[in-house]
């Protein structure tokens, strides 16, 4: 079966974004690095799981940033596999969406679990709103966090409270060389029997 696995950036104090959705503490250098680690991975995916917000922050840039002259080999690799993988993005308000997405009215885990239950890759989740919805139905199976050297103070956490407990187990991390760690865990649900 495949896992859904929950991917964001967060600041060390466990913002996603600062107020006002400031994402400007995010270190992006050396980029071609991240996008690499990312051309990597979305090839093996199944599907890209997005929340509104983070949906359209995405269709803001990425389906034509390979058309920029200046664009990196990195960036023009992660515009054309973002275009072609499947996504779906939650929405209630969203009417349509392109680039090989189809709009979802609601998290329902039943629905969800089918998906993971089809054959493909893993499921790439990816916005806070959408995150909690999930985690408060016990849907995440890996976390992938980004944690940036950067103390934001305010704004919007990646685990809003209050959270649901859960016990995670260790894989990997890996550090880049702007100071962004990449942390995994997994969900471990034998330690909650």
Sequence with gaps: MRKIVLVSAVS????MEGPDRDISWHRADPAEEVHRHFNE???RLGAILYGRVT????T???PTADSDPEATEATV?????????PKIVYSRTLEHA??????AREVVPEEVRALKGQPGGDLLLSGADLAAAFLRHDLVDEFRVFVHPALVGAGKPLFPAPGTPASLRFIDSHTFGNGVVLLRHERDRTADA
């Design 41 to 43: 991975l979305l090839p």
């Design 60 to 62: 803001a840039f990425w």
């Design 98 to 103: 392109g680039w090989n997405t189809t709009v």
């Design 55 to 58: 949906y359209e922050a995405m």
């Design 12 to 15: 060390l104090d466990g913002y």
């Design 77 to 85: 690799e992660f515009a054309r596999v973002w275009r072609d993988i």
